[in-house]
């Protein structure tokens, strides 16, 4: 895949050095030319000859990149392609069409798909599924879409997935990091009704944000939340949002990958001011379900209508003469382990604390028994941080934490952001030529202003 030249970025090449992760909160920020990054364009965006105004086109995209991944699986859930693709941050969405998929009907003596209310009360219903191998896509976009807003400010639009009654909604930060002031942003519930929200708390490291509307109804209804730790590549999945300011599209598709390590670009600037260059890193869910422009901070459910990702980034090909194209098939999800970890945080005082191990890595191939690994060298070490604590040296080659892979410095990146601060790991390096297994401790990393 290519990317044309205005829009490259690279990953660090073998011998330059990544922080892991940095000290400074990453902002993803405003692309280039001004326009708006992973969000679907506004009204007026251009302006063309037609007798009738067109479409406002998706903004230009900003490019991301994925390292390859090793092909070891992670906690039982399937293998994890090599491959190195191009992203783009903030354009999630669904397809531009309207794709509610009706499942084939289920085998003869197989019963109906139905749906029960879940146990914790006021969040969507449960879907049931009468036959696993056909699921009724149906009975899921209607438990699903009450939960999914559309959001929409100066500039562009995404979506969001409704928290809790209270009216706290998830999203991603790059949908609104151009809010400005009270009453920047603008929500719509899957009833057409439009509330004004304001920020509660962004985390630009992990492209996560939580808004709030300022006068929530009684009858919101939170999502139900999956276990993305239990997903195995295959599974099918939809995703559901607002792309191209479509509202309520869903798309299906399956799970492709797991634990796929996604840099997408950073910003200068935060809504709140903070300053950073930091790429935002994901290990991320990697899906066939068709996403696009305007889905950003969208759902990704499973067959049950459980909540199991935000959506965030999609694959591109180059563009040419009409710039970049359209969905691949190739889209990619923040796990929603991670965005409820980093959501109660915000909700609970604005502010996310990442895991930190206190190391710099590059990409590295070493010995490993008769064979070959591509693993992540540590470069420096950060004086009294854990790396340091536990006897992880300069030189060491980290091929795994926790028993999942570790093929890059980005991959050792993603694997640590997912992670909390106070988590006991185990770091499988390589020195001498022999393995070795090292507990370590994460500890908060420490923050700049």
Do not use: C
């Not at 293998?79 to 992203?87: I, R, S």
């Not at 969507?124 to 696993?132: D, E, K, L």
């Not at 400010?153 to 930060?173: P, R, Y």
């Not at 009833?191 to 009684?218: H, M, N, Q, W």
């Amino acid at each position: 895949m290519t990317l044309a030249p205005r829009d490259t970025q690279h990953l660090p090449e073998s011998g330059q050095t990544q922080e892991i992760p940095a000290a400074a909160p990453a902002s993803p920020g405003p692309p280039e030319s001004g326009s708006s990054r992973g969000s679907s364009p506004g009204p007026g965006a251009y302006s063309s000859t037609a007798t009738s105004t067109p479409p406002t086109p998706p903004p230009p995209y900003q490019p991301v990149s994925a390292p390859p991944r090793g092909a070891e699986p992670r906690k039982g859930r399937g293998l994890a392609q090599t491959a190195g693709v191009a992203l783009l941050a903030a354009v999630l969405a669904s397809g531009g069409t309207y794709a509610l998929t009706q499942a084939n009907e289920p085998d003869s003596g197989a019963p109906a798909a139905s749906t029960t209310t879940t146990n914790d009360a006021g969040t969507s219903p449960t879907v049931i599924q009468g036959n696993a191998a056909a699921p009724d896509w149906s009975a899921v976009a209607e438990a699903v879409t009450p939960s999914v807003v559309s959001i929409e400010l100066e500039g562009g639009a995404g979506s969001g997935v409704i928290l809790d009654a209270a009216g706290h909604i998830v999203t991603n930060n790059h949908v609104v990091e151009g809010a400005r002031g009270n009453g920047a942003i603008q929500v719509t519930l899957s009833d057409g009704r439009t509330f004004e929200a304001s920020i509660v708390g962004t985390d630009p490291s992990t492209d996560l944000a939580v808004i709030k509307l300022d006068a929530a109804p009684d009858d919101l209804t939170p999502m139900t939340l999956g276990d993305s730790d239990a997903l195995a590549v295959g599974d099918p999945v939809m995703a559901i949002g607002n792309p191209l300011g479509l509202s309520g599209t869903v798309t299906t598709g399956i799970i492709s990958a797991l634990d796929r390590p996604v840099t997408t670009g950073s910003s200068n600037e935060s809504p709140f001011g903070n300053q950073g260059s930091e790429p935002v890193v994901t290990n991320a869910i990697q899906t066939s379900a068709a996403i696009n422009p305007g889905n950003s901070g969208g759902a990704l459910v499973n067959a049950q209508g459980e909540l199991i990702g935000i959506n965030s980034s999609i694959a591109q090909l180059g563009g040419g003469l009409g710039g970049p194209s359209g969905n691949i098939g190739i889209g990619f999800a923040i796990p929603v382990s991670e965005a409820k970890s980093i959501a109660d945080q915000l909700i609970a005082d604005g502010t996310a604390e990442h895991a930190f191990l206190g190391v710099s890595a590059r990409n590295a191939v070493v010995e490993d028994g008769a064979a070959k690994r591509a693993g992540a060298e540590i470069a420096e070490l950060t004086d009294g941080a854990p790396a340091e604590q536990a006897g992880i040296r300069a030189g060491d080659v980290v091929i795994a934490i926790d028993g999942d892979p570790v093929d890059s410095s980005t991959a050792l990146v993603a694997q640590i952001r997912e992670r909390t601060a106070g988590e006991k790991v185990t770091l499988t390096i390589i020195r001498d030529g022999s393995r070795q297994d090292v507990p370590v401790t994460l500890a908060a990393r420490p923050t700049t202003r």
